[in-house]
Every structure is written in structure tokens, then in C-alpha cells.
């Protein structure tokens, strides 16, 4: 930051920039971090451009957030900004140069949504929202933060601001790092508070990572299943472990620090300036400070209810005195008539103790018009102890654990070992 004070990551081309509504496309999260810090109230608008979008999507994302200039360390031709009058090559490195660093505008700063196929929701946020859920006060002790996320997502970005409010030094991932290997590095580095997905978190407990041992470690993004606190639990049991409701549309909604998966009912229908939450149609709602402001483009859906509360399209449901998410409304499986929550059957499986994460889909049947079928990853035959039953059995085994609670309709017709599941880049499993 104080080196940005009198230096630029941009060339010291600011003034090309004010006003603008810049698209930051660059291949170097660093890069993309100088730049975002720099153009705050400088540039009208700052359209975040994740580095897995698709060339041909650049023309959709310019023409719906109106973009006039172009940030990146790409060539023009990649990032299809041709018709883009204003191209500034980023750098991950700060020169010295003089520039006039006046506030000018109240900066719009634009995410992409995950998990959607074809164009990206564009989602209408401001650093006010964005920072809304961050404590002012800063940590008693030295922290070093890092993520699994991209902080050009909603998650990542989280984590980026947290560093630049609360103090403190960030470490990011690398483009291919393998888990491992950034595992390696956030323990060289002294990581102490890191940040991913439930996905990320049961790959990286398949890589033992001698020394790294974090004070804080956060989950969000997927559906949290008390397997994985557990898991986490007993390899950091030196570490506070949270898991937060967030969504790049809700904002963050609400933070779980005792240990058990779902969240205490008494957070639902409390009157909050920060946050309100209810349930309708079995769905979680949020309406709150830290929601998005819209999607951009004219054809585009609208954010909110007339009461101003965002559905997350969550499913939720109430056990005792404590809610349960189950899975996607719009990722049921249609067995027969019958729905199924593929996360309700993961859940069920990731419980069993030689497995290390499973990924539930649908198969077509000519009777049912379709079938659940599992893909499991299993501890290393090394680590199974002397004496324990080969594949054919355990197989055998994970079923009876999911007849003993699910319904005979949701029980897997099939389970088939494998080696890894596919994560995107969001973090999340792959699903299609």
C-alpha cells in the first residue's frame, strides 16, 4: 500500500482511466490486486474478470458493463477488447511516478456469479457492501492471510479486503499450483488464517502438509457437512474452524463457530440492521446491507423480492432447534416422481471414516427416467489398517450405511471408486 503512494502498478495512467468503467482481465493475481487498489475511486466502475472466462464470452461482459477501458497483462486479441478504445498493460510490480491519486467517484465494482453455464450474471456491488461484513478491529497478533479462492470471486475478494482492512501481509495461490503445493508454501510462509470451499478443504487433507498449522481456517461456499468440520478438527486442532453463509449476490449473511454443520434457528426472523434472515417455500432469504445493489443488463432478472430479500435458492430444513441445508432447488434429482438432493446422500457417505469426498449424480433409467449413482475417493489402500476388507466390501459397506437413513430411492444403484472429482474454479464441485 505505501509503496502504491508514490509509485504505479498501471504505467501512472490513472487520469486515462478516471470516469471509466474498467474491465481488470488480467492472467497474475497480483497484477489484479495492484490495480483494484489503485482505481478505487478513480474509475466509475471496475468490472472483475475471473481468468477462467471464456474468450468468447469478453463481448457479452464489455457490451453489458459498458466497458470503455481495458486493464491486463494479456494481449489485446485476448480478451476480444478490439473495439475498446483504452488498453493499460498492468504489471505485478509498482514503478515510481507521480499521480494524482484524488478521489473522484464512489466505484462500482462488478462480479461474475459461479456455477452458471453460458454468459455470467454480472452482480452490482459497492466496496461499502463488500466490506460490510469485516470487523474494524484489527487482530491482537500478527496474521498472514491466503485463500484457496480467486480474489477476482466473491470468496477471494473477501479475504483480499480482510487483509487490507484488518492488517496484515496475503499470500496468493498460483494458476496450476497444485494443492500440495500451495499447502507447501502457505506453511513456508507462516500462513495463519486461510479461507476455501468444503471441496478445497477435503483435497487438501489428502495432502499432508508437515509444519503448516493455521489459527483460523474458513469454509463457505458449499454445503458444510460435519465430516469435514470433524476432519479439519482433528488436523488443526489448534485452529478456530468457522463456516459462513455467503453468495456473491447475498453478501455474507452469517458466520457458524461452534463446531456443528447447519446454524442455530434462532438466527432466522431476528430484526438486524446488518442482516435478515427467513425462510419461505423451505429456501433461505437474506435481505441485508451486504447484498448486491443488481445484476447488470437490461434483460436481467431481478436481485430481490418486493420486500427487498435476496432467495439463495438454498434449500433448508429444521431439525430441533437448529436448520439443515440440503441441497440446490435447481439441483434435484427426479427418481420416479421422488426428489433427491445430491448433497443429502454426499453427506451420508463423507460420513463413512475410510472416505475422503464422493460426488452424487443422476444416471437415465428407462423406468424412473433416472437413477443416483456415486463417485467416491477413498483413503489410500495404504492407510486402511491391517485386517480391513478390500473395495467389493467397502463398497458394500457404504451402501448399508446409506440404507440404515436414507429412503430406498435415494440409496446409490451404483458406486464407483476414483482416483479425484473435477472442482471448478469457483471451488465447487463439478456437478455437469
Known sequence: MDDLVGGSSLGGRLEELRGCSVLIATKDQLSAALALIELDGIARRLV????????????????TAGVDAVVSDRDTSEVAAADVQCFVRAEAKIARVDCDRRASHQTEWI????????PPKLVSHTLSSLTGPIESQKPAE???????????????????LRA????????????????????????AEGVTH??????????????????????????????????????????????T????????????????????????????????VDVE????????????????????GSSSAMLTDHDGFIDTRDLVQLHGDRYYFVGRLDGVINVGGLKVHPEEIETVINRHPRVLMSLVKARKNPITGAVVTAQVVVKPIAEWSVGEAGEDALKIDILDSCRAV????????????????????SGKLARL
Open 111 to 118: 462480479l461474475f456469479t459461479s456455477g452458471t453455464t453460458g
Open 194 to 239: 486461510i479461507s476455501g470451499t468444503p471441496s478445497h478443504w477435503r483435497r487438501s487433507l489428502m495432502s499432508s502438509v508437515d509444519k503448516f498449522a493455521p489459527r483460523y481456517i474458513r469454509l463457505s461456499g458449499e454445503i458444510v457437512d460435519q465430516a469435514i468440520l470433524d476432519k479439519l478438527r482433528i488436523a488443526y486442532p489448534q485452529a
Open 406 to 425: 436414507l429412503a430406498p430411492y435415494k440409496v446409490p444403484a451404483t458406486i464407483r471408486f476414483v482416483p479425484c472429482l473435477e472442482v471448478s474454479d
Open 48 to 63: 472483475l474478470c475471473p481468468p477462467d472466462l471464456p474468450r468468447e464470452h469478453f463481448p457479452f461482459v464489455i457490451s
Open 277 to 296: 434472515i427467513k425462510i419461505e417455500n423451505g429456501t433461505l432469504r437474506i435481505r441485508s446491507s451486504r447484498t448486491a445493489a443488481r445484476y447488470l
Open 142 to 160: 500478527a496474521v498472514v492471510w491466503s485463500t484457496f479462492y480467486d480474489i477476482r470471486r466473491y470468496g477471494g475478494l473477501q479475504i483480499f
Open 164 to 187: 487490507l482492512t484488518q492488517g496484515g501481509s496475503l499470500m496468493l495461490s498460483k494458476a496450476r499450483e497444485s494443492i500440495g503445493d500451495f499447502l507447501a508454501r502457505a506453511a
Open 241 to 272: 474452524i468457522v463456516h459462513a453463509f455467503a453468495s456473491t449476490e447475498a453478501g455474507v449473511a452469517f458466520e457458524v463457530r461452534d463446531g456443528l454443520t447447519g446454524f442455530p434457528a434462532k438466527l432466522v426472523g431476528q430484526p438486524s
